[in-house]
């Protein structure tokens, strides 16, 4: 079994379901060192070997979890949002071992007030997060992928509007004309993602954006889309 190291951003995730096994997993593809942990054996044995060290422990004894070397993680991820009394505890056990920053899964309204009040310092709604981001990705015909950034500004990458279809980001001017800010360009000749933007280079039909934009700016962008 992988043992964690100190030279990197170290995480713990507890509980291995659906979702802690998909946020192990991801952070592991990003060379994170991982900590994963489940009192189902199962659970364990299946990402023992995606991730830096998988083991066995019930979440909800502070001893079996000081054993773990948990209290040395940065990060710590619980993803057991229905299962209201384990992850009270494991949120406490976390602080108490010295994990700075403890992320919480939760089902609804009432189980986000209670983690916050026991020590979790940000809360989620895996399924409610989703809904709201498919739905705002379904306004417009031309988004491609939005991230949130807060309640007013998102990142998106977007397809290229048809009528700046042969235009250059400077011809454009798309930064006083829209207000938007154009972080990057994904190409249709070769779908790779170019943060060194020519500004120069014309835009063609299939080439992606990727944009810091408020949501108003999408509406706009929308009609563009459309002529």
């Not at 948990?70 to 949120?91: R, S």
């Not at 403890?102 to 399924?127: C, L």
């Not at 015909?141 to 939005?146: G, S, Y």
Request: proline share 2%; aromatic share 4%.
């Amino acid at each position: 079994m992988k043992k964690l190291k100190s030279s990197k951003k170290q995480f713990a995730v507890l509980g291995l379901g659906v979702f802690g096994s998909s946020v192990a997993k991801t952070l592991s593809e990003f060379d994170c060192e991982v900590l994963a942990l489940d009192l189902d054996i199962k659970c364990v044995n299946r990402l023992a070997d995606l991730v830096t060290s998988a083991m066995q422990c019930d979440i909800t004894d502070i001893d079996q979890m000081r054993n773990t070397g948990v209290g040395e993680c940065d990060v710590a991820i619980v993803g057991m949002g229905t299962h209201l009394e384990e992850t009270v505890l494991a949120i406490m056990h976390l602080k108490e071992l010295g994990v700075p920053y403890v992320i919480a899964k939760a089902k609804n309204k009432r189980y986000m007030q209670i983690f916050s009040n026991v020590g979790a310092d940000r809360i989620v709604r895996p399924e409610k997060e989703m809904g709201v981001h498919i739905a705002k990705s379904l306004l417009s015909n031309n988004i491609v992928e939005m991230i949130d950034i807060d309640n007013e500004y998102s990142m998106v990458e977007l397809d290229v509007p048809i009528a700046w279809a042969g235009k250059s980001l400077r011809e454009m001017d798309v930064r006083n004309r829209y207000g938007i800010n154009v972080m990057g360009v994904r190409h249709a000749k070769d779908q790779k993602l170019s943060l060194s933007l020519d500004v120069d280079e014309p835009l063609a039909l299939g080439d992606h954006l990727m944009i810091i934009a408020d949501h108003d700016t999408f509406t706009v962008l929308d009609q563009l889309n459309r002529r």
